[in-house]
C-alpha cells in the first residue's frame, strides 16, 4: 500500500505563485497527493486545485486566477494607513469583505462542505488567537470549505480576524506557516514542503518598526519551520523541502510579478527534482505513477 503524500504549501502573500509552478513540475514528474495541507496563501492554492482536481488542466485554471488576482487588489500596498485605522479601531474596516467576493467569484460557494470534495484530502491551517492554538478545517467533513479559506488568510490589516464561537481565528501562519505538522497529524507519510518564505525581503540594519516586524515574524516562522522538519524526522517521515524564491525579493503584497514568479517556481522545482532523483534511467520513466518521494528512486 502506497504511504500517503502530503503537499504542504506555505504561506507568502503574492509569493504563492510559485507554488503554481512549483506543483506543475511535480505533477509532470508524477507526484500525485492523497493530502493537500495549506497555510494562507498556500490554503488558497490547495483549495483551488482541491476542488477541481489535481491535474495540469486544473493548473491552468489556477494560474487564470493568480492572474486575476494580480489586478483585483485583494492586500492593498498602504498597510501602515490600514494599520492606524486597525489600531484606533476606526469604522469603515469590513472584515475580510473582499476576499470573500474573490472566493466565491471564483466557484467557492458558502454551501460547500469539506466533504463534498473527491479524490484529495484538503486541510486549511487557521490559529486561534483565544487558545493559543492551530485550527484545522477539514478534520471535520462538516466543516465550511469557505470559512476555512477565510480564516486561513485573515491576516491583519489587510483582513480582520474572524469571530467564530469562542474562537477568534486569523492567518494560520501564526502557528504553522509551513504545514508540516499538521499534515503528519492527519496522516502523511511522506511531505513534498513547498516553502516561501524569503529572508532577503528582510532588511539587516535597518531598525525601523517595519523592518523590525517583519524580522520578528520571520524568525518565528524559521523557528517553526524547523521544529516541524525536526518532528517529521523523529517520526520516520521524509520532507523533501523545496524552497521557493524570485530572482528578486517580492513583499506579500506585490501580486505585479506573478507570471514570473510563476515561472520561477517551475525552473526551482524542475531542478530540485533532477537534483534529487537518482539518473539511472530516465526519470519521466521512473516517475510514472509515483506518489510519494521515497517511491521515485
Not at 84 to 103: A, I, K, Q, S
Not at 139 to 166: I, Q
Not at 235 to 248: F, S, Y
Request: glycine letters at 10%; hydrophobic letters at 45%; proline letters at 6%.
Amino acid at each position: 500500500m502506497r504511504r500517503p503524500l502530503a503537499f504542504a504549501l506555505g504561506g507568502g502573500g503574492a509569493r504563492g505563485a510559485l507554488q503554481v509552478g512549483a506543483i506543475r513540475a511535480l505533477l509532470e514528474a508524477g507526484f500525485r497527493p492523497d493530502i493537500l495541507v495549506g497555510t494562507s496563501i498556500g490554503a488558497a492554492n490547495a483549495t483551488y486545485l482541491a476542488l477541481r482536481g489535481v491535474s495540469l488542466a486544473s493548473l491552468d485554471g489556477l494560474a487564470e486566477t493568480w492572474r486575476d488576482a494580480a489586478v483585483a487588489d485583494l492586500m492593498p500596498a498602504n498597510y501602515l494607513w490600514l494599520t492606524l485605522r486597525v489600531l484606533f479601531n476606526r469604522t469603515g474596516w469590513r472584515p475580510y469583505h473582499r476576499m470573500r467576493d474573490f472566493f466565491v467569484s471564483h466557484g467557492i460557494s458558502p454551501d460547500m462542505r469539506f466533504g463534498d470534495i473527491q479524490g484529495v484530502r484538503l486541510i486549511l491551517v487557521a490559529a486561534d488567537l483565544n487558545s493559543g492554538r492551530p485550527v484545522l478545517y477539514g478534520a471535520d467533513p462538516d466543516d465550511s470549505v469557505l470559512e476555512g479559506l477565510l480564516a486561513s488568510t485573515a491576516l491583519p490589516p489587510w483582513v480582520r480576524p474572524m469571530e467564530k464561537g469562542d474562537k477568534l481565528l486569523m492567518d494560520g501562519g501564526v502557528v504553522s506557516n509551513l504545514p508540516i505538522e499538521p499534515a503528519l497529524s492527519q496522516g502523511a507519510r511522506s511531505i513534498i514542503a513547498l516553502d516561501l518564505a524569503d529572508p532577503r525581503y528582510v532588511p539587516i540594519g535597518d531598525e525601523r518598526f517595519g523592518p523590525f516586524l517583519a524580522k520578528l515574524m520571520r524568525t518565528v516562522e524559521q523557528r517553526q519551520a524547523d521544529l516541524e522538519m525536526a518532528l517529521a524526522a523523529e517520526r520516520g517521515v521524509e520532507v523533501w523541502h523545496i524552497g521557493l524564491m524570485g530572482r528578486e525579493p517580492v513583499q506579500g503584497w506585490d501580486f505585479s510579478q506573478t507570471e514570473e514568479l510563476m515561472a520561477q517556481g517551475y525552473i526551482t522545482t524542475r531542478a530540485e527534482l533532477a537534483r534529487r532523483l537518482p539518473a539511472r534511467k530516465p526519470w519521466w520513466r521512473r516517475l510514472v505513477g509515483a506518489g510519494d518521494p521515497s517511491s521515485a528512486t
